[in-house]
């Protein structure tokens, strides 16, 4: 290795601060930006990168790594006794096989693929499983290596154009579905893949639900990398609103909820940047497509619609560290309408990150156990939770070490 090269923080010896420095610069996030985010000077920030004071202690240390998405706690403080990771989740044991069915090229002549109709309806029942189903992943796990195979069989087997465009669109979604059970596992790689796969067939089908969907979950992939990537986030999402936004006006429910999405994620970036006026006026464009849509409605991928937007409201106002503002909004979301159990626990767990930000943590730590109780495989591989969670178990009175303690454990931690 040069001299002059960049350490690597996860094999080279470091003290804490320069550790901190380096993931803060693959982050592109200057000492300015991290020190706003702690609430801290920038003075701060640079005494603690150059060894000036010591370390801080394990709630700050927490925050830190969830702000440069450190993904184990160990490759921050160089301490191994302290692993943990944050924003990755243990592997499933269902991920091998869905790894294997995204690899394998398929032939397409060893057998003959299912008719597009069985296609939607095996489709349309994932969906709803994980939708449903407290343990989601493991259910959608078990549904995806055979969607995945046959999916691909019917885009190569197909006899017209049009049967192939149909096929690619239907293909697209299962690679959405799989990107659900991919997300905060142990394999990046395989995650990137599969949201490019998703995008590539949703071009091919021309179908604009498809390329919809395909673009909002490829924003969030590029905005869950860190703020390096908030610029690609807003182009893949901009993008995509500008190829929808002139079919809207006879568009049906699936497409305008689309975009309804799309708003939210590029409210979301806002927010992630804080970009506070910018972050509120896309939830506002977002809510104006939900009102278009009917009462009860619900899109089976981004769970877009009415019932929603109040837990948005909540996610843009703790992405803001408005912790005030975030618990009013919580106050006045009405989770229950939320249909998607796993939609339902990660609202929950906003709400939690709100009542933390508010200094509430036993308001907090209870939030997170109604979460785990809507669906426990969300909150486990959940970095904000677990980073509350891990924080609180070094709380000072006794009973929130305990509780907190009781949930680590269910996670996992």
């Known amino acids: 290795m040069p001299s002059d090269a960049t350490p690597d923080p996860y094999t080279t010896p470091l003290a804490f601060g320069l550790r901190m420095q380096i993931h803060r610069q693959r982050r592109g996030m200057t000492r300015t930006v991290l020190a706003g985010l702690l609430d801290r000077s920038p003075s701060w920030v640079k005494q603690v990168e150059s060894g000036v004071i010591q370390p801080p202690r394990l709630p700050m240390i927490l925050r830190i790594a969830e702000l440069l998405r450190v993904r184990d706690l160990a490759d921050l403080t160089g301490d191994q006794t302290m692993a943990a990771e944050l924003f990755i989740g243990p592997g499933h044991p269902r991920l091998a096989a869905v790894k294997a069915a995204v690899d394998v090229f398929p032939a397409g002549h060893d057998r003959e693929a299912p008719p597009a109709m069985h296609l939607r309806h095996r489709l349309d029942g994932a969906w709803e499983a994980r939708h449903e189903a407290p343990n989601h992943r493991e259910v959608v796990g078990a549904l995806l290596p055979d969607l995945i195979r046959d999916a691909q069989l019917a885009v190569r087997q197909a006899d017209t154009g049009a049967e192939r465009r149909a096929a690619q669109a239907l293909l697209s979604e299962v690679y959405s579905l799989s990107q659900f059970f991919v997300a905060y596992q142990p394999d990046s790689a395989l995650l990137w893949r599969v949201a490019e796969r998703g995008m590539v067939c949703a071009q091919e089908s021309e179908d604009p639900h498809a390329i919809g969907v395909a673009a909002w979950l490829s924003a969030q992939a590029h905005r869950d990398s860190g703020p390096a990537h908030f610029g690609a986030a807003d182009a893949v999402t901009l993008g995509a609103l500008r190829y929808l936004e002139p079919l809207l006006p006879d568009a049906g429910d699936d497409v305008l909820a689309v975009a309804g999405a799309l708003r939210f994620e590029a409210g979301y970036t806002a927010a992630r940047r804080g970009e506070t006026g910018s972050a509120w006026g896309w939830w506002d464009k977002a809510d104006e497509v939900a009102r278009k849509l009917p009462a009860g409605y619900f899109h089976p991928v981004t769970s877009f619609g009415r019932a929603i937007m109040g837990a948005h409201a909540v996610t843009v106002a703790v992405e803001l560290h408005q912790g ?45 156990d109604k979460a785990h109780e809507a669906a426990p495989e969300t909150i486990r591989y959940n970095g904000y939770a677990r980073r509350i969670v891990l924080e609180e178990t070094e709380a000072r009175r006794p009973e929130r070490r305990r509780r907190a303690s009781e949930l680590a454990v269910k996670l996992g931690v």
């Open 324 to 368: 005030g503002e975030s618990v009013r909004q919580a106050a006045r979301t009405d989770r229950s309408v939320i249909r998607s159990r796993p939609r339902r626990a990660r609202h929950r767990i906003e709400e939690a990150r709100a009542y933390q930000l508010d200094g509430q943590p036993d308001t907090a730590l209870a939030t997170l």
